[in-house]
């Protein structure tokens, strides 16, 4: 069983990949957050340079997101030149301002248009290609008329987050629709979603057990140990609060060499720290009154919270 890091679209940027990798590593694979599917003259120079050159931490797969055919079949080409295997379809962004244009999670009730997408790629690509979806944008069943179309096509593996679109990120995940995926596709399959703690990636794998993969997303952020703990490694307390804190002294100054402006650092931090108070002592009003901090004051705060983890 396989285990991969999830995507995350303005948090997971190359720095924090990078340094996240370097103390929490060990994932057979780390999905890219997504870049726009674009000829070349319209591929955007600051989506391009976080992700190339390829890292070398592990498994490195880039994630693009479109609906046109012509511009999905040249950026998988265009990755693969620069050294990326695997490309990965983004089907499971729920941002309405990307699902109106029939992107992402919003192509999914359109399973004629995924099937010819999915055609010409693995016709006239190099690329081993694979989707990332949800259940369905409205309803689980378009990824059963997904799945039925695409199972015949040599794609890589297909990731489901077992939610649907509508749901955003809120609700339970749907395990028993994420069963009769499993049960229709004949795909290698990787399932994503609410991944918590041990005992959820425990409770996945013996209810899916012919899986050739779970993603980890949050429960990442949450719990920067979960894939060590998942592996069997006791960490006690102690060694987790000293990780933590250099693991952040690292992050900051790896942000502050490459972003020009603290604003700009300070509110990539606030999203992490959305995430990581969970291991710190805040409380949720703690946590409004930490986001409300600026510059070297919020810097300040939370290397101190960060000295305050896990205890
Ligand atoms: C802030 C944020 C950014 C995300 N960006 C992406 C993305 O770029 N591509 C993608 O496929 N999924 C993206 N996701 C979804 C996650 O990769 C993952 O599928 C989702 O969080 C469910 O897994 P989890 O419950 O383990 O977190 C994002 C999620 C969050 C919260």
Redesign the pocket.
């Given at each position: 069983m396989k285990i991969y890091f999830?995507?995350?679209?303005?948090?997971?940027c190359r720095q924090f990949r990078l340094v996240f990798m370097k103390h929490f590593g060990g994932f057979d694979a780390v999905?890219l957050?997504?870049i726009p599917a674009q000829q070349l003259h319209q591929l955007k120079q600051t989506a391009m340079r976080d992700i190339f050159p390829k890292e070398n931490t592990c498994e490195i797969i880039p994630?693009i997101i479109g609906n046109e055919i012509n511009s999905i079949v040249y950026t998988t080409c265009f990755l693969y030149d620069l050294g990326f295997e695997k490309v990965?379809l983004?089907l499971?962004?729920p941002m309405p301002k990307i699902t109106r244009k029939r992107r992402a999670c919003g192509l999914m009730p359109f399973e004629d248009e995924i099937e010819q997408i999915v055609d010409r790629v693995c016709e006239t690509s190099p690329v081993k290609f694979s989707l990332?979806m949800r259940l369905g944008m409205f309803s689980a069943e378009e990824s059963i008329a997904i799945l039925n179309r695409v199972n015949n096509y040599p794609l890589d593996e297909v990731i489901i987050?077992a939610?649907l679109g509508v749901q955003q990120?809120e609700g339970k995940?749907d395990r028993q629709a994420f069963q009769t995926c499993y049960q229709v596709c004949r795909l290698p399959l990787c399932y994503?979603?609410?991944?918590?703690t041990k005992e959820d990636f425990c409770s996945v794998i013996q209810q899916f057990p012919n899986l050739r993969a779970v993603?980890?997303?949050?429960?990442m952020l949450q719990n920067p140990f979960l894939l060590e703990e998942i592996k069997g490694n006791m960490i006690s307390a102690e060694e987790k609060n000293k990780r933590f804190a250099t693991f952040y002294q690292d992050l900051i100054s790896a942000y502050q060499q490459y972003f020009p402006c603290q604003t700009i650092i300070v509110n990539r931090l606030k999203?992490l720290w959305k995430y990581f108070y969970h291991f710190v002592p805040l409380s949720d009003d703690g946590l409004q009154q930490l986001l409300r901090q600026q510059g070297d004051e919020f810097l300040s705060a939370t290397c101190q919270l960060a000295e305050k983890s896990f205890i």
């Open positions: 999830a995507p995350f679209h303005g948090l997971g999905f957050p997504f994630q990965n983004n499971g962004c990332k987050h939610r990120y995940v994503n979603g609410d991944v918590f993603m980890l997303g949050r429960g999203e």
